[in-house]
């Protein structure tokens, strides 16, 4: 039937041999492959999840700024409305020192008076020539 020669066998054994070296290189290359696009498909995951949290950290970090604001704004309210008090206060502290002081020469005033107003009293209720000659003193 057939008959093969040494030669024609071990150059079939030797294109077997390339034919099956090749198909185990396209099939490293195919897992290769593969597995590059799986760490690539990770890896734009990733970036895309890292985008996604800058977005939530900027937006955080607007809230943030914006309450910030807000809080200073109430702060200096708050800092106006205490001078204004401390204002009023240091007036009214003013003002009671003033009618203190008022009243405190009103008494010397008082106690100088009181003297005068008991002569001129006694003066009044004794007759007039007393009050006429206390009156013509030089």
Known sequence: MFSFNCEEISCCWLLAGLLVF??????????????????????????????????????????LEAHQAQLEAMVADRARALEESQNELLDQALEI??????????????????????FVEDLKEDDSARLLGYLSRP
């Open 22 to 63: 090749v198909g185990l290189l396209f099939l490293w290359f195919y897992q290769r492959q593969r597995r590059l696009k799986a760490a690539i498909v990770a890896e734009e995951k990733r970036e895309a999840q890292l985008w996604v949290e800058i977005d939530r950290r900027r937006e955080v970090e607007a809230r």
């Open 97 to 118: 020192g003033r009618a203190q002081l008022a009243a405190l020469v009103m008494h010397n005033i008082g106690n100088a008076m009181t003297p005068v107003a008991i």
